[in-house]
């Protein structure tokens, strides 16, 4: 079965400074996809950014970026020119490609933004 | 542009009620699934639906019944609720199609069992 460990359960980063928020995967599959959830205090799950496993390029998204290390099966979000809305708990999680089976999310990392 | 609609978004139920947690969707996605979030554990899988008339079990199945007899409907039924069962229920769907697309996930439902 595959496992996701999010093993920084709380970070905190300066307003305008840069957080990398890490999670690591356990699975023997070799084409997947790969996200990364925000959850506001008002519970929305808000898709952040995603990977497909079989690109290399890191994904990108404004100031939200991935550093995917297929091998070391490692996905680290980077969050850039952190905002106070970028406070929230953050939720790596693993799909299989082609299966039924949904999603497979990590115990999440809540991060605070210092003004 | 609804999305996925949960209702209701707040319950409170006494030990051994049986209640139904609803889920629509308007987006035509043929894959539909049940989590549940507790505190320090993710969401994790309850029950999950590839189409009309066909669901299966996910991670933590035990004390809940699904049904699928649309694309749009996705209930979860508690038949005797638990203490144990008090947790942030949330409904999500995707297309079967297309895998890379992300799941959209509804609001959530917050149950208290006492």
């Known amino acids: 079965a595959q496992t996701v460990t999010q093993s920084q359960p709380e970070m905190s980063v300066q307003e305008a400074e840069t957080v990398t928020l890490s999670c690591t995967y356990d699975?023997?599959?070799?084409?997947?996809?790969l996200f990364w959830y925000k959850q506001p205090p008002s519970r929305q799950m808000i898709l952040v950014i995603r990977?497909?496993?079989?690109?290399?390029q890191n994904a990108t998204e404004n100031r939200f970026s991935v550093n995917f290390q297929k091998a070391a099966k490692s996905f680290s979000l980077k969050i850039s020119d952190s905002q106070l809305g970028d406070a929230a708990m953050y939720f790596c999680?693993?799909?299989?490609?082609?299966?039924?089976?949904?999603?497979?999310f990590g115990s999440g990392t809540q991060l605070t933004v210092l003004p | 542009n609804a999305g996925v609609t949960q209702t209701p978004k707040f319950q409170v139920l006494k030990t051994g009620q049986s209640m139904t947690l609803q889920c629509a969707q308007d987006?035509?996605?043929?894959?539909m699934s049940w989590y549940r979030q507790d505190p320090g554990m993710g969401l994790r899988l309850i029950h999950y639906?590839?189409?009309?008339?066909?669901?299966d079990q996910g991670e933590v199945p035990n004390g809940y019944n699904v049904s699928r007899s649309t694309t749009e409907d996705f209930p979860l039924r508690l038949l005797s609720a638990a203490p144990s069962q008090t947790s942030v229920y949330f409904c999500?769907?995707?297309?079967?199609?297309?895998?890379?697309?992300?799941?959209?996930f509804g609001d959530g439902t917050r149950l208290s069992i006492l």
């Open positions: 999500a769907s995707s297309s079967g199609q297309a895998q890379h697309q992300p799941q959209h």
């Open positions: 699975t023997s599959e070799s084409d997947y996809y």
């Open positions: 990977q497909e496993a079989y690109k290399q």
């Open positions: 999680a693993y799909r299989l490609s082609g299966s039924a089976r949904q999603l497979t």
């Open positions: 987006m035509n996605h043929e894959y």
């Open positions: 639906s590839v189409g009309a008339g066909i669901t």
